[in-house]
T-cell receptor, first 110, second 113 residues
Framework: KQEVTQIPAALSVPEGENLVLNCSFT??????LQWFRQDPGKGLTSLLL?????REQTSGRLNASLDKSSGRSTLYIAASQPGDSATYLC?????????FGTGTRLTVIP | DTGVSQNPRHKITKRGQNVTFRCDPI?????LYWYRQTLGQGPEFLTY????????KSRLLSDRFSAERPKGSFSTLEIQRTEQGDSAMYLC???????????FGPGTRLTVT
């Protein structure tokens, strides 16, 4: 069974800092990896999707990497802003569903 | 219609009552998924449909849970004889067959008292 771990569980940084969120998984037989953002009490917003054959994806201030051999992914956020405060979830794509980690709760302090 | 919609957004019910949630996917999406998310956890897969066919069910989907998608468009998730442990956010997502990207709705938050 796929197990997904996200470290740290919570992170607080001052505005403007660059930061890295980590995601590790046990089964490298994945179709893809996605990073989502979830605001309190809300649904999920997809940030980046990396296909299993890719190593990284970039969108604006966000960069996600995937290393299947080591079972790791990172989400890099550059020049953090208070509006980035949310919970960030990584999800491994199986054949027909997603396996989620427990998330990292990020707070960016103005 | 620009996204997945779910109704109601919040539901408070007493233990033992039945509840039903509705999900309307993005109109051209033929795949529809249900997930459950408890406080402090990531979403967990419950079931998915391709058109009107329910193709996979998680072990989390006990006998008290039933999901339908009768015409291959909207879907309903019913929980019978609710228990306090059913309190969670129920998320719906949809996708195009052949696409890996799932689009999520805002969720229905269920509180069982």
């Amino acid at each position: 069974k796929q197990e997904v771990t996200q470290i740290p569980a919570a992170l607080s940084v001052p505005e403007g800092e660059n930061l890295v969120l980590n995601c590790s998984f046990t089964d490298s037989a994945i179709y893809n990896l996605q990073w989502f953002r979830q605001d309190p009490g809300k649904g999920l917003t997809s940030l980046l999707l990396i296909q299993s054959s890719q190593r990284e994806q970039t969108s604006g201030r966000l960069n996600a990497s995937l290393d299947k051999s080591s079972g790791r992914s990172t989400l890099y956020i550059a020049a953090s802003q208070p509006g980035d405060s949310a919970t960030y979830l990584c999800a491994l794509g199986g054949a027909n569903n997603l396996f989620f980690g427990t998330g990292t709760r990020l707070t960016v302090i103005p | 219609d620009t996204g997945v919609s779910q109704n109601p957004r919040h539901k408070i019910t007493k233990r033992g009552q039945n509840v039903t949630f509705r999900c309307d996917p993005i109109s051209e999406h033929n795949r529809l998924y249900w997930y459950r998310q408890t406080l402090g956890q990531g979403p967990e897969f419950l079931t998915y449909f391709q058109n009107e066919a329910q193709l996979e069910k998680s072990r989390l989907l006990s006998d008290r849970f039933s999901a339908e998608r009768p015409k291959g468009s909207f879907s309903t998730l019913e929980i019978q004889r609710t228990e306090q442990g059913d309190s969670a956010m129920y998320l719906c997502a949809s996708s195009l067959q052949g696409s890996v990207e799932q689009y999520f709705g805002p969720g229905t938050r269920l509180t069982v008292t």
